[in-house]
């Protein structure tokens, strides 16, 4: 994949390609473990008789209950301190706050939006970054100017879109976005300055259902500067990497939805394979996934993230 590559083919009109779950891969650990703890339990409940099939009965309906009804309804705030060799000294310090995948129109996503804007009016960082999937039905677009309209930011709030935002209305979702002072920098970049330093913002188009142009992104932007990346899926990562990109923000794969140490994450969609969950170093570029606030409510090891950066000098 090169850096102009336009992954697919689309404009800003309403879906043409509702979500498939056959468009996931799955986990083979997880499908394995899944296997191997069934069998363990039918032997189980066969040589234990009816307390044993209780006792496993009770046991899954423990462990479902807290992935759909606990679990993605307790979002946390992750601090995160990011060390960059290139940072220019007068961004030491520089704080950015990311939402991302809020999936308006699922279970607990308002409440989980609500309770995310708290924290960035609370912590006030100097940049707010939204990286897309605001909404995962068209009718909750209505509900963005109430939830979004108090974020504010010194150096502004900027965002891209999602595969969902096409399948739903990307032109709707803009034109709700826009009077509450959100800018979108699709394919292209915004030129900031903090404490007197230049700095530079991009970011890319969708890679599942838009026409990310890196190139066009980064037009204009020099090539020794200071620059981050809003880019909602993971896996143009390398690709940045290569374009001299300090740090990529991203979301998209939720975490997986299930996360476990050795299984690592159950379920990640396309273009969002490769990078799944939290910080990586990719090449000489800093990479953060979010588990975003929403999305299917189904939650393992993996909650509802909103997400607050430090810069510091490595």
């Known amino acids: 994949m090169t850096a102009t590559s336009r992954i697919s083919r689309s404009t800003n009109s309403k879906a043409r390609f509702p979500?498939?779950?056959?468009?996931?891969?799955?986990?083979?650990?997880?499908?394995?473990?899944?296997?191997?703890?069934s069998t363990l339990a039918?032997?189980?409940?066969?040589?234990?008789?009816?307390?044993?099939?209780?006792?496993v009965g009770v046991a899954g309906l423990a462990g479902a209950a807290y992935a759909t009804l606990l679990e993605p309804r307790r979002p946390?705030?992750?601090?995160?301190?990011?060390?960059?060799?290139?940072?220019?000294?007068?961004?030491?310090?520089?704080?950015?706050?990311?939402?991302?995948?809020l999936h308006l129109g699922h279970p607990y996503t308002e409440a989980n939006t609500r309770w995310a804007v708290e924290q960035m009016i609370n912590e006030q960082p100097d940049l707010l970054a939204l990286t897309g999937d605001f909404v995962s039905f068209d009718h909750a677009i209505a509900r963005l100017p109430e939830l979004l309209a108090p974020l504010r930011a010194p150096l502004g709030v900027y965002a891209v879109p999602g595969n969902h935002d096409y399948w739903e209305g990307l032109d709707e979702i803009q034109a709700t976005l826009s009077p509450l002072g959100v800018k979108f920098v699709i394919n292209t970049h915004e030129q900031l300055?903090?404490?007197?330093?230049?700095?530079?913002?991009?970011?890319?188009?969708?890679?599942?259902?838009?026409?990310?142009?890196?190139?066009?992104?980064l037009a204009g932007v020099p090539e020794d500067a200071f620059t981050l990346l809003l880019a909602h899926a993971p896996d143009i990562a390398p690709v940045a990497a290569q374009r001299n990109i300090a740090l990529q923000l991203s979301g998209h794969t939720h975490g997986g939805h299930l996360w476990l140490p050795l299984l690592g994450s159950f379920c990640l969609p396309f273009y969002g394979t490769r990078y799944a969950i939290g910080f990586e170093q990719v090449g000489g570029m800093q990479l953060y996934v979010t588990r975003g606030l929403g999305g299917m409510p189904l939650r393992l090891g993996c909650p509802p993230e909103a997400t607050i950066f430090t810069l510091n000098r490595a």
Do not use: C, K, M
């Not at 300055?193 to 188009?205: K, S, T, V």
């Open 19 to 37: 979500f498939d779950p056959t468009q996931v891969r799955y986990s083979w650990r997880w499908l394995g473990t899944g296997a191997a703890l």
């Open 42 to 55: 039918a032997i189980a409940v066969q040589q234990g008789g009816i307390g044993a099939a209780a006792a």
């Open 76 to 101: 946390v705030l992750e601090r995160v301190s990011l060390r960059l060799s290139n940072l220019p000294p007068a961004l030491e310090g520089l704080r950015i706050g990311q939402l991302s995948d």
């Open 193 to 217: 300055n903090w404490r007197g330093q230049h700095f530079w913002l991009a970011g890319i188009d969708d890679l599942w259902d838009g026409q990310p142009d890196l190139d066009a992104a």
